[in-house]
Structures are given as structure tokens and as C-alpha cells.
């Protein structure tokens, strides 16, 4: 939401000025030098990138035009369900998680948030297959640890690609820029007045590619780094999670070692979080 607000606030603030100056709006509208500048930079984020990186990319660019579904109620749905976890295994035993983990859906144990989230829900399910095998607490740890740090470096890839194109508008707005300084040079033995439109329309392209990049794209690539840290963020509260069922550290125990893992921003209050653990009791 704040990105729309954000490109709203960017268009009015620059075409307002350019109009408040004594500018005519039609003076911007130039398709061809947009077509330079779009086309070139789409074919050159096709050709420096896998085919994965750019559906990703995509994604989590067209993302972030949401807000972000890591807020307080998500965490809190996250801890309720370790604790609801923590309980069973504390009361019926570790191997009475087996069925949880072959189908996470049908059981009452994760709340609809968690469940959807297929990454975190198959993050999660995949390691308490590793704790039904008797896995060693600390392997267990150090298996999760590089897990989260292959999929942080998974997550980069696509917002160096979007940075990448930031990078490159500028690049490309002067060549269409060049490009219509070309045609203006073909054309010098045409009026002034048709002449100056020439140069206004190869100026334009210099003034969308740096548009574009610093006002649209890049914006994009820093909410996807941001988005990218939220997630890793959520990871690391779910392996405090699994570590303390894995020890058998009791359901106050293990909510509070995951809330203290949980930014401040979205982080549950104590009183809050012991209120909700009442409520599911009763």
C-alpha cells in the first residue's frame, strides 16, 4: 500500500512542479522514447537472469504493492500453534507428532496463516521429521542454521536482479536520449519550432530513465530486501520453536524463547500473548 502511496505522491510532486513551471504534460508523453527505454531494459534483465530468477522476481516485485503478512497476529498465530505442538508432545510424546507432520492441514495444531504459508509450513514439517528420527539437538541446530542462510542467498537473488534494472534506466534513458539526438541532427534543415520538439522529445528520455530507476524501481528492490528480512525472521522464531520441542522445554518456555526472537515491531506482548494461552486453555 505505502509503494502506490509512494508513486502517487512521486508523480504529483514531479508533474505538479513541471506544470506549476509553465510545462505542458504532452511534452512528456513520448511512446517511442519509452519503448527504447522499456524495451532494452526488459531484454536485458531477460538476458542476465535465469528463468527462476525472473519469476521470482516478478513476484516479489508485484508483492510488494501488498502489505507484508508478517504482522503481530501472524506471529502470534505462529506462537500459539508451537505451543499447541509443544503441549501434544509434551502429553502423548514426540512420535504423536507424526501425524501432524504427514498432514498439517488436517490437524488443529497450526492456525490458517501458518498453514498457507507453504515455505515456512514445509521448513517446519521437514525438520520435525528430524526430530522424530531422535536427531541430536545440536545437529539439528546447525541443519536449520544453513538451511536459513541457502534460502536468505536464495532470496537475494531476485532483488539484485531488480536493483540491477534500477541501475541500468538511467543507462538506457540516455540512449534513447542519444538515439533522438541523432534523429534531431538528420533534421536540422527543418523549422525551429518543430526542431525544439525534437530536443524536448530526446530529453525525455534522459528524464524517464532516471524517473523510473530512482522513483519505481528502486523503491521495489528495497521493500523485496525488506520483505526478504521479515522472512528470515519468521524462520528463525520457528527454529526457536522446534529446537525447544525437540528438548522438551515446556509450552510457556518454548513461546517465549520464539517471542523474544520476534522484531519489536510485530513482537506480541507478554500480557497479550499470556492471555491468548488462557483463552486456548479454557
Same mark, same amino acid.
Given at each position: 500500500m505505502f509503494v502506490i502511496i509512494g508513486y502517487v505522491i512521486i508523480? !504529483?510532486?514531479? *508533474? !505538479?512542479g513541471f506544470l506549476m513551471a509553465g510545462g505542458h504534460i504532452g511534452v512528456l508523453i513520448q511512446p517511442v522514447e *519509452? *519503448? @527504447?527505454i522499456a524495451g532494452a531494459a526488459f531484454g536485458s534483465f531477460l538476458a542476465s537472469n535465469s528463468l527462476n530468477t525472473v519469476k521470482a522476481a516478478v513476484s516479489g516485485g508485484t508483492g510488494t504493492l501488498k502489505g507484508s503478512k508478517y504482522t503481530k497476529d501472524y506471529y502470534l498465530e505462529l506462537l500459539m500453534s508451537f505451543n499447541a505442538l509443544s503441549q501434544k508432545a509434551r502429553k502423548e510424546g514426540l512420535l504423536s507428532l507424526e501425524k501432524v507432520v504427514d498432514d498439517p492441514e488436517g490437524s488443529s495444531i497450526f492456525g490458517e496463516k501458518i498453514v498457507h504459508d507453504h515455505h515456512l509450513m514445509e521448513f517446519i514439517s521437514d525438520k520435525l521429521r528430524l526430530v522424530l528420527?531422535?536427531?541430536?539437538?545440536?545437529q539439528l541446530e546447525d541443519i536449520m542454521d544453513a538451511e536459513i542462510e541457502v534460502h536468505h542467498e536464495e532470496g537475494h537473488a531476485p532483488i539484485k536482479a531488480v536493483q540491477r534494472l534500477g541501475d541500468g534506466m538511467p543507462a538506457f534513458g540516455i540512449v534513447a536520449a542519444v538515439m !533522438?539526438?541523432?534523429h534531431t541532427m538528420e533534421s536540422v534543415g527543418i523549422p525551429p519550432a518543430e526542431l525544439g520538439k525534437l530536443i524536448a $522529445? $530526446?530529453?525525455v528520455g534522459t528524464f524517464l530513465g532516471i *524517473? @523510473?530507476?530512482?522513483g519505481f524501481v528502486g523503491p521495489v528492490a528495497a521493500v523485496m530486501e525488506d520483505r526478504l528480512e521479515e522472512e528470515s525472521n519468521a524462520y528463525k522464531c520457528a527454529q526457536k520453536g522446534l529446537l525447544n520441542v525437540a528438548k522438551g522445554t515446556s509450552p510457556a518456555m518454548t513461546v517465549e524463547f520464539m517471542r523474544t526472537a520476534i522484531p519489536h515491531n510485530t513482537r506480541p506482548g507478554f500480557i497479550e500473548l499470556e492471555e491468548q494461552l488462557k483463552a486456548a486453555k479454557g
Open positions: 508523480l !504529483g510532486c514531479v *508533474l !505538479g *519509452l *519503448l @527504447i528420527t531422535g536427531v541430536d539437538v545440536n !533522438g539526438v541523432v $522529445a $530526446a530529453l *524517473l @523510473i530507476s530512482y
